[in-house]
């Protein structure tokens, strides 16, 4: 995607060239991907030395010890760093905030997240505001079509928090002014339309699904960036992707780029904004099973 926008001399490219400044980061969890896992590589004690104000702290409730996901931690500990974003982009931790939840926000305490918070703010900083989030995860390999046996190739959501308009999203009321969950739809809309049109060459680019919706998760970068403006995506890709195939795996990138295409388009020729948001609650659920965390469903890594 980043070549295509750097070099070709298409109509689009040059419109979306014109029209928006596109910032990647290809790998936030540089740990995660060396190890293949989930968390990081930082202990519990690295992190209140450069807090001391958390030395009597208990560890957080995503600081990983043990077994998970297949993996184990014991030796070389490490934080699930997508919990450790706050709505609070100046947030600085503070004890009685430890050892929180997965429906509270986290504390930037992992150099990741406060590299990511620091790319956000300066760009608030030279712009304004920061018009779409768009965050790239790996999900199960089994998830299927609701009502089929057709393996889940990617599945979207726009929704990551309780609404702050809302009674159950009163903690974050501060927020709602900036709140726009009709816009995140609509970025939801562009990617899904993009995928179906796709799948009249390749019927794998059809089986697209709505991630599950029951979510409040403003720990999350999704969840704590939308809350401050920006219009939210979620891509969650078919995972285990090393067991599939070199084809397999290019229809997986293919994909992502389909859908990260029909977004930037959508966005740079203005024709988001005429989205009916209705048409995200139409996109088919993914069916999961009985896979879910404290109540709630899980964004993977």
């Known amino acids: 995607m980043l070549d295509y926008l750097g070099t070709s001399d298409s109509s689009t490219a040059q419109q979306i ?6 910032v990647a980061m290809p790998k936030i969890n540089p740990d995660a991907g060396s190890l293949d896992r989930r968390g990081n590589d930082m202990t519990w004690q690295e992190v209140q030395s450069r807090f001391p104000q958390l030395a009597a702290s208990p560890p957080p409730w ?35 905030d430890f050892p929180g939840s997965s429906d509270k926000p986290g504390w930037f305490i992992s150099p990741e997240t406060q590299t990511v918070r620091d790319v956000y703010t300066g760009l608030q900083g030279e712009f304004g505001a920061v018009d779409t989030y768009v965050d790239l995860h790996h999900q199960g390999a ?20 309780a609404d ?22 609509q970025l939801n809309v562009a990617a899904y339309n993009a995928l179906r049109s796709a799948a009249e060459r390749n019927p794998d680019f059809g089986n697209i699904t709505l991630y599950p919706q029951d979510i409040n998760l403003p720990g999350t970068g999704l ?13 969650e890709v078919r995972g285990q992707t090393q067991t599939l195939g070199e084809q397999h795996r290019e229809m997986l990138t293919r994909t992502v780029y389909i859908g990260l295409d029909g977004i930037l388009s959508s966005i ?23 896979r879910t965390l404290q109540g709630t469903t899980d964004i993977e890594g």
């Open 17 to 22: 060239r014109d029209q928006l400044t596109v």
């Open 62 to 96: 995503n600081y990983i010890t043990d077994q998970r996901q297949g993996d184990d931690y014991s030796q070389r500990p490490g934080f699930d760093i997508n919990r450790d974003y706050h709505p609070d982009l100046a947030y600085q931790p503070q004890p009685q």
């Open 142 to 161: 089994c998830y299927t079509v609701p009502g089929t046996d057709r393996f889940v190739t990617m599945s979207l959501s726009g929704k990551f928090v």
């Open 164 to 185: 702050p308009n809302a009674p159950e999203g009163a903690s974050f009321a501060e927020f709602a002014d900036s709140y726009r969950p009709e816009y995140s739809k």
């Open 223 to 235: 969840g704590a960036f939308q809350l401050n403006g920006s219009g939210a995506v979620l891509f």
């Open 268 to 290: 740079a020729s203005g024709e988001v904004t005429e989205l009916d948001p209705a048409a995200y609650d139409q996109i088919p659920p993914t069916d999961r099973g009985q």
